[in-house]
């Protein structure tokens, strides 16, 4: 019984086979300007992926379609053009830096400087009042205070 539980635990532990495409070029540079575009493009269904990495439908469009283009004669600027076009900047893995994207690059580094900030601030807050104490008037009051709880 837990030979079977076993088997069934490893062939579910396999990993599910991947299909590789093939895309044949006749100029090493149209390959290479393949590779460097299908690692640059983001998968759109997978969000964390680039086409290249990816094995979803859309990616495997995708893939055909750089492929197309670049046998039409497109140049690399050409397909990042009708790709964010079509799909918005986000389907750059590394999008331009730019207006629409300024979030994307600055949003860490702001929200790095607010969290210094607030650290900083918070870190002052707890030390200056660990450095406010009872002075002497304060001091005779409580204990006055203490003594007549003692009596009651």
Not at 10 to 38: G, M, S
Not at 85 to 95: E, I, N, T
Not at 109 to 125: D, E, M, S, Y
Request: hydrophobic fraction near 45%; aromatic fraction near 8%.
């Amino acid at each position: 019984m837990n030979k079977v539980i076993i088997l069934i635990l490893c062939l579910l532990a396999l990993p599910a086979t991947a299909v590789v495409e093939y895309h044949p070029f006749d100029d090493p540079a149209r390959e290479q300007a393949y590779q460097t575009l299908i690692s640059e493009l983001r998968c759109l269904v997978c969000q964390n992926q680039t086409i290249a990495d990816s094995n979803a439908d859309l990616a495997k469009d995708l893939r055909q379609q750089v492929y197309d283009m670049l046998q039409q004669g497109k140049s690399q600027q050409d397909v990042v053009d009708f790709m964010t076009q079509r799909y918005g900047d986000f389907v750059m893995y590394r999008p331009a830096f730019g207006i629409k994207t300024a979030l994307l690059w600055l949003g860490p580094i702001v929200f790095l400087l607010i969290g210094i900030v607030t650290v900083v601030v918070l870190a002052r807050q707890k030390k200056v009042a660990a450095q406010t104490g009872l002075d002497s008037k304060q001091l005779g009051k409580l204990n006055e205070i203490l003594q007549q709880g003692e009596e009651d």
